[in-house]
């Protein structure tokens, strides 16, 4: 696997409580990505970024803020955590070639 | 609007039967296409890309742009093949990713 890492890999949660999802790479990509994934909706960007600083919304932003501070990590938000973001969240990067390389995921349940 | 379409969300075979795993995407301009993989309790990962032209396992891919389509196929398929299939496109200049729903296929033995 290539080096990328999540952190929590499970977390419980209540209503309106903020929550912070890391990822970490080492492999000095310059594109990380956020996606939820659901049943029937498959995979949805939620954020991604380009760079140091550089971020952009995704198609299911709302509730969701991001922050890369440094090449290797990247942060995913949820200002005040609903049930309806209860999910499994992936980070991916991605090299020159355009393959992504994806993390095992976090298993968010929000009470 | 860029999309890409998976109509099957399950598909079950008999071990030794042919696969084929359906995608459609609707894109301006010239995508790069991919399909990726995700087996029980792992990560996601690449299976093919529409550049290479390789095969993988077995599976191959043809993007046929005059019906916009990417499906993927096997001949034979094995028990070992049951997973999650996700057809992805990027879009060139921003490099955001747009996911299918996915489908689950099963092998039955």
């Known amino acids: 696997d290539a080096g990328i890492t999540q952190s929590p890999r499970h977390k419980v949660t209540e209503t309106g409580t903020p929550v912070t999802l890391r990822c970490h790479q080492t492999?000095?990509?310059?594109?990380m990505y956020w996606y939820r994934q659901d049943p029937g909706h498959g995979l949805r960007l939620i954020h991604y970024?380009?760079?140091?600083?550089?971020?952009d919304k995704g198609e299911v932003s709302d509730g969701y803020s991001v922050s890369r501070s440094k090449t290797e990590d990247f942060l995913l938000t949820l200002e005040s955590a609903t049930s309806s973001q209860t999910s499994v969240y992936f980070c991916a990067i991605s090299g020159t070639n355009n393959e992504q390389f994806f993390g095992p995921g976090t298993r968010l349940t929000v009470l | 609007a860029q999309r890409v379409t998976q109509p099957e969300k399950l598909l079950s075979v008999f071990k030794g039967a042919p696969v084929e795993l359906k995608c459609n995407y609707s894109y301006s301009g010239s995508p790069e296409l991919f399909w990726y993989v995700q087996y029980s309790r792992q990560r996601l990962q690449l299976l093919l890309r529409h550049i290479s032209r390789e095969s993988i396992k077995g599976f191959t891919a043809d993007l046929n742009k005059g019906e916009t389509s990417f499906h993927l196929k096997k001949p034979f398929a094995q028990e070992e093949d049951s997973a999650m299939y996700y057809c992805?496109?990027?879009?060139?200049?921003?490099?955001?990713?747009?996911f299918g729903t996915g489908t689950r296929l099963k092998v039955l033995a």
């Open positions: 992805a496109l990027v879009s060139s200049g921003t490099y955001k990713y747009i």
């Open positions: 492999e000095n990509h310059r594109y």
């Open positions: 970024s380009y760079g140091v600083k550089d971020t």
